[in-house]
Protein backbone atom coordinates (compact mmCIF):
# COMPACT_ATOMS: atom_id res chain seq x y z
CA UNK A 1 0.00 0.00 0.00
CA UNK A 2 1.23 3.16 -1.18
CA UNK A 3 -0.21 5.66 1.84
CA UNK A 4 1.64 8.85 1.42
CA UNK A 5 3.55 9.77 -1.43
CA UNK A 6 6.14 12.86 -1.40
CA UNK A 7 8.67 14.13 -4.08
CA UNK A 8 11.58 15.03 -4.41
CA UNK A 9 12.83 12.64 -1.93
CA UNK A 10 15.78 15.33 -1.65
CA UNK A 11 16.48 18.73 -3.77
CA UNK A 12 19.28 21.46 -3.62
CA UNK A 13 17.51 24.76 -4.54
CA UNK A 14 19.65 27.72 -5.25
CA UNK A 15 17.89 31.00 -2.88
CA UNK A 16 15.69 33.03 -4.33
CA UNK A 17 13.88 30.36 -6.88
CA UNK A 18 10.76 28.42 -6.42
CA UNK A 19 9.88 24.87 -5.28
CA UNK A 20 7.17 22.93 -5.05
CA UNK A 21 7.28 19.64 -2.61
CA UNK A 22 4.54 16.99 -3.87
CA UNK A 23 2.42 15.10 -1.54
CA UNK A 24 0.01 12.79 -2.78
CA UNK A 25 -2.37 10.52 -0.47
CA UNK A 26 -4.24 7.38 -1.67
CA UNK A 27 -6.51 6.81 2.23
CA UNK A 28 -8.98 9.10 1.21
CA UNK A 29 -8.05 10.89 4.87
CA UNK A 30 -9.54 14.23 4.94
CA UNK A 31 -7.46 15.89 6.76
CA UNK A 32 -3.43 16.74 5.97
CA UNK A 33 -0.59 18.90 7.04
CA UNK A 34 2.44 19.63 6.67
CA UNK A 35 5.64 19.98 9.40
CA UNK A 36 9.09 20.42 8.98
CA UNK A 37 11.94 18.83 11.25
CA UNK A 38 14.65 20.25 12.43
CA UNK A 39 17.88 19.58 14.90
CA UNK A 40 16.79 20.49 18.00
CA UNK A 41 13.65 22.12 17.20
CA UNK A 42 11.11 18.86 16.40
CA UNK A 43 8.83 18.77 14.31
CA UNK A 44 7.38 22.20 13.66
CA UNK A 45 3.59 22.89 11.76
CA UNK A 46 3.95 24.85 8.94
CA UNK A 47 0.12 24.52 7.13
CA UNK A 48 -2.77 22.25 7.30
CA UNK A 49 -6.20 21.81 5.56
CA UNK A 50 -8.93 19.91 7.53
CA UNK A 51 -10.77 18.99 4.20
CA UNK A 52 -10.08 19.82 0.30
CA UNK A 53 -11.02 23.50 -0.98
CA UNK A 54 -9.50 25.01 3.29
CA UNK A 55 -6.39 25.59 4.47
CA UNK A 56 -5.46 27.23 7.73
CA UNK A 57 -1.57 28.16 8.91
CA UNK A 58 0.26 26.48 11.75
CA UNK A 59 3.24 27.16 13.68
CA UNK A 60 5.29 28.20 10.76
CA UNK A 61 3.55 29.23 7.75
CA UNK A 62 5.77 32.18 6.38
CA UNK A 63 7.73 31.99 3.25
CA UNK A 64 4.93 28.91 2.40
CA UNK A 65 2.06 28.28 0.75
CA UNK A 66 -0.31 25.45 0.12
CA UNK A 67 -3.68 24.80 -1.66
CA UNK A 68 -5.78 21.68 -1.59
CA UNK A 69 -7.83 21.57 -4.71
CA UNK A 70 -8.95 17.70 -4.02
CA UNK A 71 -8.80 15.15 -1.53
CA UNK A 72 -5.78 13.39 -2.59
CA UNK A 73 -2.98 16.18 -2.71
CA UNK A 74 -1.52 19.07 -1.03
CA UNK A 75 1.05 20.28 -2.13
CA UNK A 76 3.66 23.22 -0.54
CA UNK A 77 5.21 25.74 -2.31
CA UNK A 78 8.13 27.50 -1.60
CA UNK A 79 8.05 31.05 -3.68
CA UNK A 80 11.54 32.55 -3.21
CA UNK A 81 13.75 30.07 -1.10
CA UNK A 82 16.03 31.16 1.45
CA UNK A 83 18.78 29.50 3.86
CA UNK A 84 16.92 28.93 6.81
CA UNK A 85 14.14 26.69 4.95
CA UNK A 86 16.76 24.29 4.45
CA UNK A 87 14.93 21.16 6.51
CA UNK A 88 13.33 17.82 6.46
CA UNK A 89 9.68 18.31 5.25
CA UNK A 90 6.88 15.80 6.29
CA UNK A 91 3.86 15.52 4.72
CA UNK A 92 1.02 13.42 7.01
CA UNK A 93 -2.75 13.05 6.73
CA UNK A 94 -5.56 11.73 8.75
CA UNK A 95 -9.02 10.60 8.39
CA UNK A 96 -11.95 12.31 10.59
CA UNK A 97 -12.26 9.21 12.85
CA UNK A 98 -8.17 9.10 13.14
CA UNK A 99 -7.99 12.63 13.70
CA UNK A 100 -9.40 12.31 17.39
CA UNK A 101 -6.84 9.47 18.19
CA UNK A 102 -4.09 11.63 16.77
CA UNK A 103 -2.94 8.87 14.28
CA UNK A 104 -1.01 10.90 11.61
CA UNK A 105 -0.09 9.15 8.55
CA UNK A 106 3.29 10.25 7.56
CA UNK A 107 4.96 10.10 4.19
CA UNK A 108 9.22 9.46 4.34
CA UNK A 109 10.02 12.94 4.10
CA UNK A 110 11.53 15.28 1.54
CA UNK A 111 15.04 16.72 2.45
CA UNK A 112 15.29 20.47 0.72
CA UNK A 113 18.58 22.26 1.21
CA UNK A 114 18.93 25.89 0.31
CA UNK A 115 22.04 27.43 -1.01
CA UNK B 1 1.08 28.81 24.43
CA UNK B 2 0.96 25.18 24.51
CA UNK B 3 4.24 23.69 25.04
CA UNK B 4 5.91 19.96 25.43
CA UNK B 5 8.91 19.29 26.74
CA UNK B 6 10.71 15.79 26.55
CA UNK B 7 13.18 14.16 28.33
CA UNK B 8 16.34 13.15 28.15
CA UNK B 9 17.07 14.32 24.84
CA UNK B 10 19.04 11.14 24.43
CA UNK B 11 19.27 7.59 26.14
CA UNK B 12 21.75 5.28 26.27
CA UNK B 13 20.68 1.52 27.31
CA UNK B 14 22.50 -1.93 27.20
CA UNK B 15 20.13 -4.59 25.83
CA UNK B 16 17.43 -5.49 28.63
CA UNK B 17 17.82 -2.50 31.04
CA UNK B 18 14.38 -0.87 31.31
CA UNK B 19 13.89 2.83 31.69
CA UNK B 20 10.94 5.45 31.15
CA UNK B 21 11.08 8.56 28.80
CA UNK B 22 9.08 11.66 29.89
CA UNK B 23 6.88 13.73 28.11
CA UNK B 24 5.44 17.08 30.25
CA UNK B 25 2.76 19.16 29.01
CA UNK B 26 1.16 22.56 29.59
CA UNK B 27 -1.62 22.80 27.79
CA UNK B 28 -5.03 24.65 28.22
CA UNK B 29 -7.12 21.66 27.81
CA UNK B 30 -6.15 18.37 26.80
CA UNK B 31 -7.90 16.56 24.16
CA UNK B 32 -4.95 13.76 23.90
CA UNK B 33 -1.67 13.18 24.47
CA UNK B 34 -0.21 10.89 21.81
CA UNK B 35 3.54 9.26 21.31
CA UNK B 36 4.88 8.37 17.83
CA UNK B 37 8.46 6.06 16.94
CA UNK B 38 10.41 7.88 14.64
CA UNK B 39 13.31 5.71 12.76
CA UNK B 40 16.60 7.46 11.20
CA UNK B 41 15.78 9.09 7.31
CA UNK B 42 11.55 7.71 8.11
CA UNK B 43 8.52 9.42 8.75
CA UNK B 44 7.19 9.20 12.23
CA UNK B 45 4.60 6.19 13.04
CA UNK B 46 2.44 6.49 15.74
CA UNK B 47 2.03 3.96 18.60
CA UNK B 48 -0.42 5.84 21.29
CA UNK B 49 -3.28 8.07 22.52
CA UNK B 50 -3.97 8.46 25.78
CA UNK B 51 -7.01 10.74 26.81
CA UNK B 52 -7.19 11.06 30.36
CA UNK B 53 -5.40 10.97 33.68
CA UNK B 54 -4.67 7.79 35.06
CA UNK B 55 -4.86 6.11 31.24
CA UNK B 56 -2.29 3.50 30.00
CA UNK B 57 -1.65 1.98 26.88
CA UNK B 58 0.74 -1.13 26.15
CA UNK B 59 2.23 -2.73 22.76
CA UNK B 60 4.84 -5.19 23.30
CA UNK B 61 7.63 -3.59 25.34
CA UNK B 62 6.49 -0.17 26.12
CA UNK B 63 3.70 1.19 28.12
CA UNK B 64 2.67 4.64 28.18
CA UNK B 65 0.81 6.43 31.22
CA UNK B 66 -0.68 9.68 31.67
CA UNK B 67 -1.08 12.05 34.28
CA UNK B 68 -2.59 15.63 34.57
CA UNK B 69 1.28 17.12 33.82
CA UNK B 70 2.94 14.70 32.05
CA UNK B 71 3.31 11.21 30.35
CA UNK B 72 5.91 8.47 30.65
CA UNK B 73 6.72 6.07 27.97
CA UNK B 74 8.40 2.95 29.72
CA UNK B 75 10.39 0.63 27.89
CA UNK B 76 10.62 -3.19 29.78
CA UNK B 77 13.53 -5.59 28.81
CA UNK B 78 14.31 -3.05 25.28
CA UNK B 79 16.22 -4.98 22.57
CA UNK B 80 18.67 -3.03 19.82
CA UNK B 81 15.73 -2.91 17.29
CA UNK B 82 13.61 -0.69 19.84
CA UNK B 83 16.41 1.78 19.22
CA UNK B 84 14.27 5.22 17.22
CA UNK B 85 13.39 9.14 18.36
CA UNK B 86 10.63 8.81 20.62
CA UNK B 87 8.14 11.80 19.82
CA UNK B 88 5.61 13.03 22.43
CA UNK B 89 2.46 15.19 20.94
CA UNK B 90 -0.44 16.77 22.58
CA UNK B 91 -3.35 17.99 21.27
CA UNK B 92 -5.36 21.01 22.71
CA UNK B 93 -9.04 20.56 23.04
CA UNK B 94 -10.96 22.31 19.81
CA UNK B 95 -7.86 22.11 17.43
CA UNK B 96 -7.43 19.42 15.30
CA UNK B 97 -3.54 19.86 15.36
CA UNK B 98 -0.76 18.49 16.99
CA UNK B 99 2.14 19.82 18.49
CA UNK B 100 4.70 18.27 19.13
CA UNK B 101 7.65 17.45 21.79
CA UNK B 102 11.56 17.51 20.02
CA UNK B 103 11.89 13.85 21.04
CA UNK B 104 14.11 11.70 22.84
CA UNK B 105 16.91 9.72 21.03
CA UNK B 106 17.24 6.50 22.02
CA UNK B 107 19.80 4.04 21.77
CA UNK B 108 19.97 0.21 23.17
CA UNK B 109 23.02 -1.63 22.90
CA UNK B 110 23.17 -5.28 22.53
Known amino acids: TAGITQAPTSQILAAGRSMTLRCTQDMRHNAMYWYRQDLGLGLRLIHY???????GKGEVPDGYSVSRANTDDFPLTLASAVPSQTSVYFC??????????????FGEGSRLTVL | EDQVTQSPEALRLQEGESSSLNCSYT??????LFWYRQDPGKGPEFLFTLYSAGEEKEKERLKATLTKKESFLHITAPKPEDSATYLCAVQPSGYSTLTFGKGTMLLVSP
Open chain 1, 92 to 105: ASSDEFNANTGELF
Open chain 1, 49 to 55: SNTAGTT
Open chain 2, 27 to 32: VSGLRG
